[in-house]
Antibody, heavy 120, light 107 residues
Framework: QVTLRESGPALVKPTQTLTLTCTFSGFTLGSSGMCVSWVRQPPGKALEWLALIDWADAKDYTTSLKTRLTISRDTSKNQVVLTMTDMDPVDTATYYC????????????WGQGTLVTVSS | DIQMTQSPSYVSASVGDRVTITCRASQGISSWLAWYQQKPGKAPKLLIYAASTLQSDVPSRFSGSGSGTDFTLTIRSLQPEDFATYYCQQGNSFPRTFGQGTKVDIK
């Protein structure tokens, strides 16, 4: 079955770079139509889509954070990595990775999420 | 970017009630709309995609409709396990965007 799991630091300091890893199983990112996205949710607030990488290694980012985000993949390890530079307390959130199907344009499997707190 | 606006932001309802949530896109998105349910401390769960297609294992009391800019999620007879926050998401173009959420609470 399809599973995804996020990993990374629970606490980062302001101005630091955050690196999150999504390790997945049950599908192959290199298969046509597959993609993985990152979505975050500040405490008590709405979901915010951040980035996507697909089976062809195409990437897309949310407009407001485009200059700070980088998404990449390691298909041999079944991992997708998100880096976010210049972290700020407003970036405190639960970060989720989710599988998508590019032709259907939704996210059908989600990781449990990882809470990242930005504080000095 | 396409903005997704949900209404209401909050609804108080009783078990057995019919609940309707609306999602409006700032520009036409054809039928590229999904609905998710999220319970506290949990990841979102896909309910409906392509505006009206029920994801497998989702109860038939959930239904979706709409196309273009206006969409609706209906819960026909609210069950205790349906009290949650619901989000719409557009898949018409990048960047993908979510609505601000609708919390369904117990009256």
């Amino acid at each position: 079955q399809v599973t995804l799991r996020e990993s990374g630091p629970a606490l980062v300091k302001p101005t630091q770079t955050l690196t999150l890893t999504c390790t997945f199983s049950g599908f192959t990112l290199g298969s046509s139509g597959m993609c993985v996205s990152w979505v975050r949710q500040p405490p008590g607030k709405a979901l915010e889509w951040l980035a996507l990488i697909d089976w062809a290694d195409a990437k897309d980012y949310t407009t407001s954070l485009k200059t700070r985000l980088t998404i990449s993949r390691d298909t041999s390890k079944n991992q997708v990595v998100l880096t976010m530079t210049d972290m700020d307390p407003v970036d405190t959130a639960t970060y989720y990775c989710a599988r998508g199907v590019t032709t259907l344009r939704f996210f059908d499997y989600w990781g449990q999420g990882t809470l990242v707190t930005v504080s000095s | 970017d396409i903005q997704m606006t949900q209404s209401p932001s909050y609804v108080s309802a009783s078990v057995g009630d019919r609940v309707t949530i609306t999602c409006r896109a700032s520009q036409g998105i054809s039928s590229w709309l999904a609905w998710y349910q999220q319970k506290p401390g949990k990841a979102p769960k896909l309910l409906i995609y392509a505006a009206s297609t029920l994801q497998s294992d989702v109860p038939s009391r959930f239904s979706g409709s709409g196309s273009g800019t206006d969409f609706t999620l209906t819960i026909r007879s609210l069950q205790p396990e349906d009290f949650a926050t619901y989000y719409c998401q557009q898949g018409n173009s990048f960047p993908r965007t979510f609505g601000q959420g609708t919390k369904v609470d117990i009256k």
